[in-house]
């Protein structure tokens, strides 16, 4: 019959995926789009503010659960509840506490940007796990704290998805410095530390000439200090973006709480102790002060 499309499970018009889920898209026609987007267990996920008032996003749980970030509050969604976005002013944010499947709703087209997103962020992600897979969950790690401290620094929506995903790639560069020198237990040399000084500039070039080419900068700053003392630049104060003073520090907590080759890794307690102790020569006491704030909330100090 002219008009009457029947499609089977597991059938698309066009699919992309990677290795944090996927998203179909299942029908399209006249601007509106329907998805059927899949995010595996512990991801995060955001819904951008639309360049239109009439945009109209509904995402409905078909199984698993999410915590949606909405201010301060965390509300638990699950499978059969639903939400939607109409003149949407800020990033909004949500977490998957399992596997989770979710309807997509959207009238108007959102799925080449989604998908073009995907994949960059596969290939990218890809390139960063060939190195070491430490690097991975590091960055992961840095996100959590990077994200919080964006948001309570009240950071427009655009810097906050640019910070998502920058800290969760910011030392992709790493994947061009030998192994013997990431994982050398001892001090490194004058020529070993240059190898560590270039990781900046390759991840920018990474990034450059895909969606996420936007992060370039904040990858190449992310060591910079605030005052100049950091590389690859030496570039200081606000010179410095927002961006990478925000990441600077969220990287630097989760060092100091990690292990490492030459160390083990220190309490939260002591980690807070040194942070204070460079702040202002080297982190932004502003968005240290932000994280203080998010491990107090947390009750780890």
Request: aromatic share 10%.
């Amino acid at each position: 019959m002219e008009g009457l499309h029947i499609c089977k499970r597991d059938e698309y018009l066009e699919k992309s995926a990677q290795e944090n889920g996927s998203i179909s898209l299942l029908a399209k026609g006249h601007n509106n789009e329907i998805m059927r987007q899949i995010i595996k267990k512990g991801n995060m996920a955001y819904i951008n503010p639309g360049n239109s008032d009439e945009l109209l996003e509904f995402l409905y749980i078909l199984d698993g659960s999410i915590t949606l970030h909405v201010k301060d509050e965390k509300l638990v969604l699950k499978t059969g509840d639903y939400f939607y976005v109409n003149r949407l002013k800020e990033l909004a944010q949500f977490e998957t506490n399992e596997d989770t499947e979710m309807l997509y709703f959207s009238n108007q087209p959102v799925f080449f940007n989604i998908s073009k997103r995907l994949n960059d962020l596969r290939e990218i992600a890809k390139k960063s796990q060939e190195k070491d897979l430490y690097t991975h969950d590091h960055g992961a790690r840095v996100q959590h704290y990077a994200v919080i401290i964006a948001n309570k620094l009240n950071l427009p929506k655009e810097k906050i998805e640019n910070i998502f995903f920058a800290s969760l790639f910011h030392d992709i560069g790493k994947i061009e410095v030998p192994d013997y020198v990431l994982n050398k237990p001892g001090k490194l040399t004058e020529e070993e530390m240059e190898y560590i000084k270039k990781h900046p500039i390759t991840g920018m070039e990474m990034v450059n000439d895909t969606y996420y080419e936007d992060l370039s900068k904040i990858i190449l700053q992310h060591h910079e200090w605030m005052n100049g003392g950091g590389y690859p630049n030496g570039i200081k104060g606000d010179e410095i973006c927002i961006e990478a003073r925000i990441i600077a520090v969220a990287d630097a907590y989760d060092a100091l709480t990690t292990n490492r080759s030459y160390r083990k890794g220190f309490t939260a307690q002591k980690a807070v102790e040194i942070l204070n102790s460079e702040a202002g020569w080297k982190y932004d006491p502003e968005v240290l002060g932000k994280l203080m704030e998010a491990l107090n909330e947390e009750k780890i100090v």
